[in-house]
């Protein structure tokens, strides 16, 4: 059955419609976790525990995604497992000069994501086919304050979803602030 463009869920049983185009989120600090809005609506949270990140959208009372931080070799690696699809991706800070922030790569090795930064604020999240997946910048210079990103349907790689952006977002801003810390 035909319906407006501006249609955004079902009208038989009220789920959202997949989106086609860019998306802005805003991740935000809350308490002690995180959040991530569209126009002002909650899509996702993010919550601290026993030392990992849980990442659960509106879907499920599951998390979505958890974020696993490792120490090895000096460096905290983190592990992301997608619990509905089992990627697991993990991020390796860049530890060249300049503006390199982070590499995610899947189960294999091989690269998913590069996470690059863009002057003193900005943030590149490209895929590994050198799509430009999502731009980040920060919306205040206060300590937790938070990103507002921009994530791209310019993506030809499967692998790099939006979840996957959204949990990189997360560990950007963990990184940023010094919380990515496994639990003692």
């Known amino acids: 059955m035909p319906a407006p463009s501006?249609?955004?869920?079902?009208?038989?049983?009220?789920?959202?419609?997949a989106v086609v185009g860019p998306v802005a989120y805003r991740l935000s600090?809350?308490?002690?976790?995180?959040?991530?809005?569209i126009d002002g609506e909650e899509v996702?949270?993010?919550?601290?525990?026993?030392?990992?990140?849980?990442?659960?959208?509106?879907?499920?009372?599951?998390?979505a995604l958890t974020l696993v931080p490792v120490e090895v070799d000096g460096?905290?690696?983190?592990?992301l497992v997608d619990h509905r699809s089992r990627l697991v991706a993990t991020f390796a800070p860049d530890e060249r000069e300049g503006n390199g922030i982070g590499v995610i790569r899947?189960?294999?090795?091989?690269?998913?994501?590069?996470?690059?930064?863009d002057g003193p604020t900005g943030i590149h999240v490209i895929d590994s086919l050198g799509n430009v997946l999502a731009l980040a910048s920060r919306f205040n210079d206060d300590e937790r304050?938070?990103?507002d990103v921009l994530?791209?349907?310019?993506?030809?790689d499967p692998n790099a979803g939006a979840l996957l952006v959204l949990g990189v977002s997360l560990l950007m801003e963990l990184v940023r602030v010094g919380a990515l810390r496994r639990a003692a």
């Open 29 to 37: 600090a809350v308490g002690d976790g995180f959040r991530w809005t």
């Open 6 to 17: 501006s249609t955004r869920r079902c009208g038989y049983c009220e789920r959202p419609f």
């Open 145 to 147: 304050a938070g990103l």
């Open 44 to 63: 996702a949270t993010a919550t601290h525990h026993e030392g990992n990140w849980d990442v659960f959208d509106l879907e499920g009372t599951r998390p």
């Open 106 to 117: 899947d189960g294999y090795d091989r690269i998913l994501m590069l996470v690059r930064g």
């Open 151 to 156: 994530v791209l349907s310019g993506s030809t």
């Open 75 to 79: 460096s905290t690696r983190v592990a």
